[in-house]
């Protein structure tokens, strides 16, 4: 009996179970609009900063050489102290030299007592005029002798050029050198100079005259300021960099390595979108617009970028409308419904 119950029960649930339609399932529709946030195209205009790295320079700097051979027989090298222009620093053997000059003045001496004595004679008609000028000519070939000994004597002599702060010495007293021997390096400090190349493309960011902001890495966080003297007429055919070089007033070592902040000479109205609505191809970078609810991916060349926005030089114009939210579902085509129009300024400052 109660198996009988049992299974008419059975029998009842499986005969409800039955009756019941299964529920349909939705089918997704590709022309279904697709929900998302456009921006609408407007000219902003920005600060435009770039940063390119820089060396600093001595305003005038140069390796001491001796002109000629010779054993040092003065040394006077004051290591990283300044020295005026003029001062001795080192000093050849001119020994050989100086005896070589007192011989000369001696036989310039007789030359002169034989010309006079010729410039007698001739007045009385004691010799013809030329076996004077062969005496005169003596006179005046040993005078020249003198001035060319004297003119190497001189070339013993290392003087300070210019005024400045001497390096480390590299030799000792009592070495012999020649012209290829460094004795020492000079620099002329007071006013530093900053050499740096930038990209031709940047050109318009630079002229003579301009500001620029100096960074140092060894220097903490004060920024410096340099004035742009001269520009490099022809841009550097392997890199397609420009040369520029910069003046400093600063306590920097030359050598220093800093960094070079540029911002635009003129400021121009421009396209910024944010960085991430730029969607990169193999061969192109495009963007989507809304036309008349339907999207539509155009092709864009890009400019200048910042941390989170990027400068749109060619595709989009004013009054385009570009979506800015909800891209992952859009397709070319793709029909569009828009929820909520931004402020293009508010997401690209």
Do not use: W
Request: aromatic share 4%; net charge positive.
């Amino acid at each position: 009996m109660r198996k009988l119950q049992l299974l008419v029960i059975c029998a009842t649930l499986l005969a409800v179970a039955c009756s019941k339609k299964p529920k349909s399932v939705d089918k997704f529709n590709p022309n279904m609009p697709v929900s998302v946030d456009i921006a609408v195209i407007e000219n902003q205009t920005i600060d435009k900063q770039i940063e390119v790295n820089g060396s600093v320079l001595a305003n005038d700097y140069i390796d001491l050489h001796p002109e000629t051979n010779g054993r040092v027989v003065f040394l006077q090298i004051p290591e990283g102290k300044m020295v005026q222009a003029g001062t001795i620093l080192a000093k050849l053997n001119d020994a050989d030299l100086q005896a070589q000059l007192e011989k000369i003045k001696v036989q310039l001496e007789l030359a002169n007592i034989n010309e006079q004595r010729n410039k007698q004679l001739l007045n009385v008609k004691g010799i013809n005029q030329s076996d004077y000028d062969i005496s005169l000519q003596q006179v005046k070939s040993l005078k020249a002798d003198i001035t060319f000994v004297q003119s190497q004597i001189e070339k013993t002599i290392i003087k300070a050029p210019f005024t400045g702060l001497l390096g480390l010495r590299q030799i000792s007293l009592g070495a012999f050198i020649n012209n290829a021997t460094t004795i020492a390096s000079l620099q002329k400090v007071d006013q530093l100079k900053v050499d740096f190349t930038l990209p031709e493309v940047y050109q318009g960011f630079i002229k003579v005259g301009k500001k620029v902001k100096i960074e140092s890495i060894g220097g903490g966080d004060a920024k410096l300021t340099a004035t742009v003297i001269a520009i490099e007429p022809q841009i550097i055919a392997t890199t397609r960099n420009i040369k520029v070089r910069a003046v400093l007033q600063g306590k920097l070592l030359p050598g220093s390595y800093v960094k070079v902040m540029l911002g635009e000479n003129t400021q121009k109205p421009t396209i910024l979108v944010p960085a991430n609505v730029v969607i990169p191809d193999s061969r192109s970078k495009q963007i989507t617009i809304v036309e008349g609810g339907i999207a539509k991916l155009i092709d864009v060349e890009t400019g200048y970028r910042t941390t989170s926005s990027v400068e749109i030089t060619k595709g989009l114009k004013v009054g385009d409308s570009i979506i800015v939210s909800g891209m992952l579902f859009v397709r070319q085509g793709s029909n569009v419904k828009v929820i909520k129009t931004v402020k293009l300024s508010d997401i690209t400052k």
